[in-house]
């Protein structure tokens, strides 16, 4: 079975600040993972996904993400914050074949 | 971009009726699926579907029940809707195996039973 772990419910940056939304897994296979974001309102996007080519994924928006076996992580970084990424943020894994498997989801919040 | 689509966006309706969520995807996806989502909260899969006439109960217990008779449609129906029914519902659709098979939400459907 799989399922993630996401640190922090809200993070709360000043624009031009540093983002990192922290991602545990646990998997009893190799996993694929995946951050998606959702906008108010909205269904979810797809920001990145790992799926074993490189362990340093580039996403969308100036975001990208590392893959480390050895922590069990997949944080989400982006090196300065724009107002325009308040928003809500989900990783997600999932098995060979199987459904989706999302953490709850950390609220971005950016302050000018 | 994905071609998934829900319909209604919103719906407020009263406590016993019988409702449909319509979910389409025009991407001819095999895989379908249909989380509830509190505000403010994670996503739940209550079920999912890898083809024509096959569909499976996901881990949130659901009294939601769902077809999948032609490909790119994957509808929702609650017999009776009750207040503790009101959530926000999405759709999701995949196509290809393996590593690659990403899945693609459609906007979302949001219901409110008084």
């Known amino acids: 079975a799989q399922s993630v772990t996401q640190l922090g419910s809200h993070v709360s940056v000043s624009e031009g600040a540093l983002v990192l939304l922290r991602c545990n897994y646990s998997?009893?296979?190799?996993?694929?993972l995946f951050w998606y974001v959702q906008y108010p309102n909205q269904g979810l996007q797809l920001l990145l996904k790992?799926?074993?080519?490189?362990?340093l994924v580039k996403g969308i928006n100036g975001f990208e993400a590392e893959f480390k076996k050895s922590e069990t992580s997949f944080h989400l970084t982006k090196p300065s914050a724009h107002m325009s990424d308040a928003a809500e943020y989900f990783c997600?894994?999932?098995?060979?074949?199987?459904?989706?498997?999302f953490g709850k989801g950390t609220r971005l919040s950016v302050i000018a | 971009e994905a071609d998934i689509y829900q319909t209604p966006r919103y719906l407020v309706i009263g406590t016993g009726k019988k409702i449909t969520l319509e979910c389409s995807q025009t991407?001819?996806?095999?895989?379908m699926y249909w989380y509830q989502q509190d505000p403010g909260m994670e996503l739940h899969l209550i079920h999912y579907?890898?083809?024509?006439?096959?569909?499976e109960k996901g881990d949130l217990s659901s009294e939601s029940t769902v077809s999948r008779i032609r490909t790119e449609h994957f509808p929702l129906t609650l017999e009776s809707a009750r207040p503790s029914h009101t959530s926000q519902y999405l759709c999701?659709?995949?196509?290809?195996?393996?590593?690659?098979?990403?899945?693609?939400f459609g906007p979302g459907t949001r219901l409110t039973v008084l």
């Open positions: 999701a659709s995949s196509g290809a195996s393996g590593s690659t098979d990403t899945q693609y």
């Open positions: 998997s009893s296979v190799p996993p694929y």
């Open positions: 790992y799926t074993s080519a490189a362990t």
């Open positions: 997600a894994v999932r098995g060979p074949n199987t459904p989706l498997v």
């Open positions: 991407m001819g996806h095999d895989k």
């Open positions: 579907s890898y083809g024509v006439n096959s569909t």
